[in-house]
């Protein structure tokens, strides 16, 4: 993991967990979910054209729900941001809170209900957008270079063009890594164990971003830039 930095402070290390949250959560809604991306929205346009061409295997519904719910997500984080201007380690905290309630409301819906039936399926596609979104819009306006913790093919690419930057290397990474320890759970043990990993990894982010913003005055890192 990379440090801590003077001018972003804990931002960067928080935005890789994130990252790997981002790959655990598309692993589940790709493979058990109907191949949709929850988080990946350019991989649901892109499905959404083959399902509308007939392609098998890919729902049209199932992916204009997933990016709905990512847009109302997006609109709810762009909100919270506007909301807490002046903090971005307040900011943080409560997007990272408001999703890990989310993540753990699928939790418990997939260890219940299951993920089989077309109204459980379309829940948590809707609740994981709606999280996935709300992270997306937040972590734009925390503005620390190189970390979306979603995108990644401009990170690879100007990784390759420019030769340089650690954080896009280390996002690639933990986006696989998430990826492949996702699937690992989905495949090997159970839905709700994968979304469990997820919101523990959230909780860990809000609690830790939290203590780190906690000083009086606030550490310069928190300023919005």
Do not use: C
């Not at 997933?66 to 900011?91: E, Q, T, Y």
Request: glycine share 10%.
């Amino acid at each position: 993991m990379l440090r801590a930095d003077p001018e972003h402070g804990p931002l960067v290390p928080m935005l890789l967990v994130l990252t790997l949250v981002t790959g655990v959560v598309d692993a589940v809604s790709y493979l058990e979910l109907g191949h949709v991306f929850v988080a990946n929205m350019t991989g649901n346009v892109v499905f959404l054209g083959f399902a509308l061409a007939g392609a098998p295997g890919l729902s049209a519904t199932a992916s204009l729900a997933a990016l709905a719910a990512f847009v109302l997500g997006a609109l709810a984080g762009g909100h919270l941001a506007r909301r807490l201007p002046g903090h971005r380690g307040h900011l943080l905290t409560a997007a990272v809170a408001a999703q890990a309630v989310l993540v753990a409301t699928s939790t418990v819906l997939a260890a219940v209900l299951g993920h089989g039936s077309e109204p459980a399926r379309y829940t948590l596609i809707g609740l994981l957008a709606l999280a996935m979104g709300g992270q997306n819009a937040v972590v734009r306006s925390l503005k620390v270079p190189d970390l979306t913790t979603t995108v990644l093919t401009m990170t690879i690419t100007a990784l390759a063009a420019d030769r340089t930057g650690p954080r896009r290397l280390a996002s690639t990474v933990w986006m696989f890594a998430g990826a492949l320890l996702g699937a690992v759970l989905v495949l090997h043990a159970a839905v709700p164990v994968a979304l469990g990993l997820a919101l523990a990894l959230l909780v860990a982010v809000a609690a830790l971003t939290h203590h780190a913003a906690g000083p009086v005055p606030a550490p310069a890192w928190t300023a919005r830039r």
